[in-house]
């Protein structure tokens, strides 16, 4: 044996320990790189797509539901049930009316805005706890983690904290979100796949999300009602984000 040579069994144990450091290295990097994908306003018309390409790329997502939407729109009822059978979809709830999009006045009623919440679990065929995402507000209350929206200024956040603290002790887990995928008003997405992608590199680079690792992505259903701008761009999107090393979450696990 040289003077620099080691002994066959020790190398074989550095090399088997720097392979341990990199294997954990490695699942530590993508578990610190996960993105929920998460899907509002549904059932419309392109739920369907977007079932179909979380299906097809087999993810998880969160769709967060509209009450209403069930109930008038064109195979509501049909579409809540297949996202129901598909084992990696997480329902949520987003309210029965949607506020109306009149969020102000909505929100100035806290027991009309608890009451819209409840009237939805029915509707959804959810109980308690629910995961939910309380409409135009990017407001989290879970265990542990509680913030506000930014966008809403001072007076309206006190006119409107007691809507969120009583939905919270209704039942609800409200999640807000971290990132959009912004859509134009006739539906259609307004970034790019490259655009978003390189956005959320950028964002993960920084690291300044609710949770650090962790990037909530909130999207629209009707951004995917078509074949072209809506399934193919969602499914670029996702496949993506999988060739760049991001993890995708199960929205039941981001506040453990």
């Avoid at 959810?126 to 809403?152: Q, Y």
């Avoid at 399934?231 to 999988?242: N, S």
């Amino acid at each position: 044996m040289g003077r620099y040579d080691f002994p066959r069994n020790i190398f074989q144990t550095l090399l088997a320990s720097a392979f341990l450091v990199f294997a954990s290295s490695t699942t530590a990097l993508a578990t610190d790189r996960t993105i929920y994908l998460t899907f509002d306003d549904g059932p419309l018309q392109g739920t369907e797509n977007v079932l179909s390409v979380l299906k097809q790329e087999n993810v998880p997502a969160a769709m967060f539901m509209v009450g209403l939407h069930v109930e008038t729109s064109p195979r509501g009822r049909e579409l809540l049930a297949q996202a129901k059978a598909l084992p990696l979809v997480t329902l949520g709830n987003h309210s029965y009316t949607h506020a109306n999009n009149r969020y102000r006045v909505f929100y100035s009623n806290t027991r009309a805005v608890v009451s819209d919440m409840l009237h939805a679990n029915q509707v959804l065929g959810l109980s308690p706890i629910v995961n939910a995402r309380l409409p135009g507000r990017d407001v989290f209350r879970l265990p542990h983690i509680a913030t506000e929206d930014l966008s809403i200024n001072v007076a309206e956040w006190q006119r409107e904290w007691l809507d969120y603290e009583l939905v919270s002790e209704a039942g609800f887990y409200l999640y807000g979100w971290d990132f959009e995928w912004i859509h134009s008003n006739d539906g259609k997405p307004v970034q790019s796949v490259d655009t978003l992608v390189s956005e959320i590199d950028h964002l993960f680079r920084y690291n300044k999300f609710v949770r650090p690792g962790k990037m909530i992505l909130l999207m629209h259903d009707e951004m995917f009602q078509d074949q072209f701008n809506g399934r193919e761009k969602l499914a670029a999107l996702i496949d993506a984000l999988k060739q760049r090393g991001y993890a995708f979450g199960d929205i039941g696990s981001y506040h453990q």
